[in-house]
């Protein structure tokens, strides 16, 4: 009967943790399509953004930015996103694989004596990244900067780099973070963002391919340019912010569905063995009374 006891406190202990892990799936499900939502929502400022790039690369006219200006690379800024929160599989794990992957990158392209310093975003992420102990590497966790940050937050943030790039203190600044591409797959992703490279500018002139309306521009091209520049940029951090918002709680998701499998599984083995333990239990009480029955 001991054993039987254990047993029945053991299947409602799982079977509270399966109610458990399906709540928290269908709010991390809840929390992916909020996530969606708000990417189509800056998807409008995004495209009209993409537009006027588009028109004024179409001019022909020559670019000057502080934003686009290439120098020799002497110290690096990457920004890696991950996550505030656990219940997420292996996702901070694939991350930090990938900026080991990344500096070991940078080393080959830039040289052994390449300064890097990391921006960690997510109090998990920045857990693994204190502990790199790779030489000209440190790590710096930006004040009141999180996985949650709000686009306000994402903007101040932008704009610190985007500072820090101008005056010297960067040369090049780029950020991993995981791309959302469905549910069950999301790809670690590195996007350079300061200099703002031509592949990235360049690839907006398709969005004015197909406009043939004439547009004059006042005072001029150049200073539209470096009006617009920081835009796009801002709209980029705010896409990769989302994105990864999206692309945890999707991990998260999928990390609790697999619990939730594990735990009917389980479940089942456990009410198994218990309906085989309380039927030999069952038999031996009737083989009992037989027993006093036929010595009667």
């Keep these: 009967m001991a054993t039987l006891k254990a047993l029945k406190t053991r299947i409602g202990s799982v079977s509270s943790s399966e109610k458990i892990t399906g709540a928290m799936k269908m709010i991390s499900s809840a929390k992916v399509h909020k996530n969606e939502l708000e990417l189509k929502k800056l998807l409008p ?14 001019t022909n006219t020559e670019f000057d930015s502080p934003l686009i200006e ?8 990457v920004v890696v996103y991950g996550t505030d929160d656990g219940l997420c599989g292996a996702y901070n794990i694939n991350i930090f694989k990938r900026l080991l992957i990344e500096i070991a990158g940078l080393r080959e392209k830039y040289g052994n004596k390449v300064e890097i310093t990391v921006y960690p975003i997510g109090k998990k992420m920045a857990k693994a990244c204190l502990r790199l102990s790779a030489e000209g590497v440190r790590t710096i966790v930006p004040a009141g900067v999180d996985s949650k940050m709000s686009g306000d937050t994402v903007n101040a943030f932008t704009g610190q780099l ?5 005056a010297g203190t960067i040369d090049h600044v780029e950020v991993l973070y995981m791309r959302f591409v469905s549910m069950s797959r999301q790809i670690a992703t590195v996007e350079q963002i300061f200099p703002v490279s031509s592949e990235a500018i360049e690839g907006d002139k398709g969005a004015a391919a197909n406009d043939n309306k004439m547009y004059i521009f006042e005072p001029d091209a150049n200073s539209i340019f470096n009006e617009v520049l920081p835009m796009f940029v801002l709209s980029t951090m705010q896409e ?3 994105e990864n918002r ?3 709680q999707a991990a998260r998701v999928m990390a609790m569905q697999s619990a939730n499998d594990n735990a009917k599984k389980l479940l089942d083995s456990l009410q198994l063995e218990y309906n085989k333990l309380r039927q030999q239990s069952i038999t031996t009480e009737l083989l009992d009374i037989l027993g006093g029955q036929v010595e009667r």
């Design 70 to 77: 290439e120098r020799e690379v002497r110290k690096v800024g």
């Design 162 to 166: 985007r500072s820090d790039f101008i």
């Design 45 to 58: 400022f995004r495209n009209q953004v993409k537009s006027i790039m588009g028109h004024l690369l179409d």
């Design 240 to 242: 990769i912010t989302i």
């Design 246 to 248: 999206a692309s945890e």
